[in-house]
């Protein structure tokens, strides 16, 4: 439902409700109603082990201390293995850096995107209050209004 049929539906309740409340009544028992929670902390009542781990790796790989770090192991890796020559633990083609590198990245995505839900739930809840504060705006707005016209209107 869009914005407009959302206060089309408000104000037809406003009015019905009207009959028993006068219009300042109403808008001082809404701008009295408390949002609950906490924008940062919507939705995370009981945070698992597990969503922590996701945001500290997420946040983690998506740093340059990472991005630094990995390309320095990675280097190492191929150094160390060049200069070993026959000895080398894991030579030219590098096939363990290969696998050790698609399991890090099997594991690292759905971490990741795991990281990205939670954000996007708490972008959502952050939305749904920031447009339930323009609403109450708005209704301060429209009754002001019509405060001041009625005492243009008085004045004539």
């Known amino acids: 439902m869009d914005t407009e049929k959302k206060l089309a539906l408000l ?3 406003i009015d019905n409700v009207a009959e028993d409340f006068s219009e300042e009544d109403i808008l001082h028992m809404m ?6 929670g906490d924008i940062l902390s ?3 009542k009981k945070v698992t082990f597990g ?4 945001d500290r790796i997420a946040h983690f790989a998506g740093s340059w201390v990472f991005i630094f770090s990995f390309t320095g192991l990675l280097l190492g890796w191929m150094l160390i293995n060049t200069f070993l020559a026959s000895r ?7 096939i363990l850096l ?3 590198l698609s ?3 099997a594991v690292q995505a759905p971490l990741i995107m795991m990281s990205q839900n939670r954000q996007e739930e708490k972008d959502r809840k952050q939305a749904e209050y920031a447009y339930k504060i323009n609403l109450k705006s708005e209704f301060i707005l429209e009754d002001l209004h019509k405060k001041i016209d009625r005492i243009l209107k008085d004045m004539e």
Do not use: H
């Open 11 to 13: 104000r037809t309740l």
């Open 31 to 36: 701008l009295e109603k408390k949002i609950t």
């Open 42 to 44: 919507a939705g995370e």
């Open 51 to 54: 969503q922590k781990a996701a």
């Open 88 to 94: 080398a633990f894991d030579a030219y083609p590098y």
């Open 98 to 100: 290969n696998l050790v």
């Open 103 to 105: 399991c890090i990245a």
